[in-house]
């Protein structure tokens, strides 16, 4: 019997307000078209970015929105697949997605109105939204979005896809060799550029000059310092964007971060996104600002398991790793009442999730043991490399000072993000201390960082049986907990990365902020906010 699966045009409809949608917000939603509610925050004092629009009578036109993020500024943005590190937070005021995902794992038409997918014949139809043109005035097209698509493809950001195939200048037909439940989802990976813009200017021109469908275009990029966007004034949304502009600010010290986000004037910002549980306490306490927090996953510790040269090899030193670090003396220490200790991968409304009996504990004298069968009585040294702008230095510290006292000595090294990125891809010899992003499909996780053919953690071994219970995973119809927990119990079973503490991206807003939706749709375009 022939599978199709649908999207409804009445969830299509009610969704579309968010993001990627009509102009006119549903300010009385009815029960069949109820907006997703919006994402949960801190305590009841702070209020979220995102949810239900406001009237359009309130809100205001024009202004320039100010935002902090971990981004450096320091790589060309034009090519949304090529952007794999925290510089992809400022593409999405320029490029869009086929679909946009919720951070709940829901998926809203945005560049595609609507699909259907076909298990029987493999394919997937999509249903491209009319009249949207890129900056450069070409059109959106069945055959351009399939281009994007199978770029992305390349990139091994969409798994799966084989080829495309067009049916009018609108509908565009992906086909896939093999049945997987997250082929869907995979099509919100990244934003679409002009084909007409790329083919014409080449690939090194085109790295420079982001060509989308987004609400805002680039006015200027100074690396290092600042990314200005202005209102694209042919966007397909009528009505949008409120905002005259938008500016990235870069800028990594936590006290001018403070400062700025509690000054006025032009040294002032609106929005300051970062992973600092202090900052986070401190910006709470004044009670000056809207704070939505996102819990995300947790920082932790990943050996260069892959070099089996390397004592980090040996799954006894790994396990001496995690026995030797107290997670709860972190979090005392720089928890600040939002961390939590990291016992496992994902979190704990995860389906992923496994039994409190896999969580991991602290005990140094076992930690001692172990090296002692490992064959290191005297321990070892290593290095320590710790991502920047997401994992805390003090706690980098921290743990050197925990593992040193169970006889591993390690330096202590804090490239850029530059640096880290290469790294990543490139390999390293010691241990990353680095955030494990979750997603809200546990798959994508575990795919995104560990699948052999991505360029993320290259000098972490796989652990056997891995490709067999990743396929198992992909299999089933939806999303099942049963075969990704088998996923997340390998991982951990084989410790390929040491949970620490669990991570948060917070984003402290100034009440004159409306409706970003930061922390409820990934890739947030902004096309939505205003200022009051």
Same mark, same amino acid.
């Given at each position: 019997?022939?599978?199709?699966?649908?999207?409804?045009?009445?969830?299509?409809?009610?969704?579309?307000?968010?993001?990627?949608?009509?102009?006119?917000?549903?300010?009385?939603?009815?029960?069949?078209?109820?907006?997703?509610?919006?994402?949960?925050?801190?305590?009841?004092?702070?209020?979220?970015?995102?949810?239900?629009?406001?009237?359009?009578?309130?809100?205001?036109?024009?202004?320039?929105?100010?935002?902090?993020?971990?981004?450096?500024?320091?790589?060309?943005?034009?090519?949304?697949?090529?952007?794999?590190?925290?510089?992809?937070?400022?593409?999405?005021?320029?490029?869009?997605?086929?679909?946009?995902?919720?951070?709940?794992?829901?998926?809203?038409?945005?560049?595609?109105?609507?699909?259907?997918?076909?298990? @029987?014949?493999?394919?997937? #139809?999509?249903?491209?939204?009319?009249?949207?043109?890129?900056?450069?005035?070409?059109?959106?097209?069945?055959?351009?979005?399939?281009?994007?698509?199978?770029? =992305?493809?390349?990139?091994?950001?969409?798994?799966?896809?084989?080829?495309?195939?067009?049916?009018?200048?609108?509908?565009?037909?992906? &086909?896939?060799?093999?049945?997987?439940?997250? #082929?869907?989802?995979?099509?919100?990976?990244?934003?679409?550029?002009?084909?007409?813009?790329?083919?014409?200017?080449?690939?090194?021109?085109?790295?420079?000059?982001?060509?989308?469908?987004?609400?805002?275009?680039? &006015?200027?990029?100074?690396?290092?310092?600042?990314?200005?966007?202005?209102?694209?004034?042919?966007?397909?949304?009528?009505?949008?964007?409120?905002?005259?502009?938008?500016?990235?600010?870069?800028?990594?010290?936590?006290?001018?971060?403070?400062?700025?986000?509690?000054?006025?004037? @032009?040294?002032?910002?609106?929005?300051?996104?970062?992973?600092?549980?202090?900052?986070?306490?401190?910006?709470?306490?004044?009670?000056?600002?809207?704070?939505?927090?996102?819990?995300?996953?947790?920082?932790?510790?990943?050996?260069?398991?892959?070099?089996?040269?390397?004592?980090?090899?040996?799954?006894?030193?790994?396990?001496?790793?995690?026995?030797?670090?107290?997670?709860?003396?972190? #979090?005392?220490?720089?928890?600040?009442?939002?961390?939590?200790?990291?016992? =496992?991968?994902?979190?704990?409304?995860?389906?992923?999730?496994?039994?409190?009996?896999?969580?991991?504990?602290?005990?140094?004298?076992?930690?001692?043991?172990?090296?002692?069968?490992?064959?290191?009585?005297?321990?070892?040294?290593?290095?320590?490399?710790?991502?920047?702008?997401?994992?805390?230095?003090? #706690?980098?510290?921290?743990?050197?000072?925990?593992?040193?006292?169970?006889?591993?000595?390690?330096?202590?090294?804090?490239? @850029?993000?530059?640096?880290?990125?290469?790294?990543?891809?490139?390999?390293? @010899?010691?241990?990353?201390?680095?955030?494990?992003?979750?997603?809200?499909?546990?798959?994508?996780?575990?795919?995104?960082?560990?699948?052999?053919?991505?360029?993320?953690?290259?000098?972490?071994?796989?652990?056997?049986?891995?490709?067999?219970?990743?396929?198992?995973?992909?299999?089933?119809?939806?999303?099942?907990?049963?075969?990704? =927990?088998?996923?997340?119990?390998?991982?951990?079973?084989?410790?390929?990365?040491?949970?620490?503490?669990?991570?948060?991206?917070?984003?402290?807003?100034?009440?004159?902020?409306?409706?970003?939706?930061?922390?409820?749709?990934?890739?947030?375009?902004?096309?939505?906010?205003?200022?009051?």
């Amino acid at each position: 019997m022939k599978k199709v699966l649908s999207v409804a045009v009445v969830f299509i409809l009610a969704l579309s307000l968010f993001a990627c949608g009509t102009s006119t917000p549903n300010t009385e939603p009815s029960a069949d078209t109820a907006p997703p509610s919006p994402p949960s925050v801190a305590d009841d004092s702070t209020s979220p970015s995102g949810g239900e629009p406001a009237p359009s009578s309130e809100i205001q036109y024009g202004g320039i929105l100010k935002v902090v993020n971990s981004a450096e500024g320091s790589a060309p943005l034009g090519i949304p697949w090529a952007q794999a590190t925290l510089e992809q937070l400022l593409l999405a005021p320029f490029f869009e997605e086929l679909i946009k995902t919720t951070t709940k794992g829901e998926m809203l038409p945005c560049l595609a109105e609507s699909w259907n997918l076909d298990m @029987d014949n493999n394919e997937i #139809v999509v249903n491209i939204r009319p009249n949207v043109t890129f900056f450069d005035g070409s059109a959106l097209t069945a055959d351009v979005a399939g281009w994007n698509v199978m770029k =992305q493809v390349e990139a091994h950001l969409v798994q799966h896809i084989t080829s495309y195939e067009t049916r009018g200048d609108l509908v565009l037909v992906l &086909k896939y060799d093999t049945w997987s439940n997250d #082929v869907l989802s995979s099509l919100g990976a990244c934003g679409l550029c002009s084909k007409e813009s790329f083919e014409k200017n080449g690939e090194e021109w085109a790295a420079e000059n982001p060509i989308g469908t987004g609400p805002f275009m680039l &006015k200027e990029y100074i690396h290092g310092q600042h990314l200005l966007c202005e209102k694209n004034p042919n966007y397909w949304q009528e009505g949008k964007p409120y905002l005259d502009g938008v500016q990235y600010v870069f800028m990594r010290d936590a006290m001018t971060q403070n400062m700025a986000i509690q000054a006025a004037g @032009d040294d002032s910002i609106d929005v300051l996104n970062i992973n600092s549980a202090e900052q986070v306490s401190m910006l709470k306490a004044t009670g000056l600002f809207n704070i939505t927090i996102l819990h995300t996953g947790p920082v932790s510790l990943t050996p260069s398991s892959m070099d089996t040269e390397s004592p980090l090899s040996n799954l006894k030193v790994r396990q001496a790793i995690s026995y030797a670090v107290d997670r709860e003396a972190i #979090v005392a220490a720089r928890g600040f009442g939002i961390c939590t200790p990291g016992t =496992q991968l994902v979190s704990s409304e995860s389906m992923a999730r496994l039994p409190d009996e896999y969580n991991l504990t602290y005990d140094p004298d076992k930690a001692r043991e172990l090296l002692v069968e490992a064959g290191y009585p005297d321990g070892f040294h290593t290095t320590l490399y710790t991502q920047p702008g997401v994992a805390d230095k003090e #706690v980098t510290v921290a743990v050197q000072q925990m593992l040193e006292a169970v006889g591993i000595t390690t330096d202590l090294e804090f490239p @850029d993000a530059g640096g880290y990125s290469s790294l990543r891809a490139g390999g390293w @010899d010691g241990i990353t201390v680095n955030g494990l992003r979750q997603f809200a499909i546990p798959y994508k996780t575990f795919y995104l960082y560990f699948d052999p053919a991505q360029t993320f953690m290259v000098s972490a071994a796989r652990p056997d049986g891995w490709t067999e219970v990743m396929e198992a995973a992909l299999k089933t119809e939806e999303p099942e907990a049963g075969p990704l =927990q088998d996923c997340h119990k390998l991982l951990l079973e084989n410790l390929i990365t040491i949970p620490l503490y669990n991570m948060s991206d917070n984003w402290i807003m100034k009440q004159s902020v409306h409706d970003t939706y930061y922390g409820y749709i990934e890739h947030a375009s902004l096309a939505d906010a205003w200022m009051g």
